[in-house]
């Protein structure tokens, strides 16, 4: 990298077939930046992309959710709420 360069590292929307293919865990894209994870029909938490990081929340309401991990990468997002539920 040149002197004097910055990195920008930004969090891309990604489609479902593409997260199915590699995820069993089923979400929705509820808004532009927002995602619902839901487990045997149930919701269990949310997925939030903010700037370079996927934002993990856990709990059924969004705006009751709480944080539990932010990360660089969706499917790791999706297994930190699997892992907390």
Do not use: K
């Not at 990195?7 to 590699?22: K, N």
């Not at 539990?68 to 709420?81: G, I, M, R």
């Amino acid at each position: 990298m040149e002197e004097g360069a910055a990195m920008v590292m930004e969090a891309r929307h990604i489609d479902q077939e593409e997260a199915h293919a590699q995820s069993e865990v089923p979400w929705n894209r509820i808004d532009l930046e927002l995602y619902e994870i839901a487990r045997d029909g149930v919701v269990v938490g949310f997925i939030e992309v903010a700037g370079p990081v996927f934002v993990a929340l856990c709990g059924a309401r969004y705006d009751r959710a709480v944080e539990v991990s932010q990360e660089l990468t969706f499917h790791a997002a999706v297994a930190a709420v699997q892992r907390w539920r």
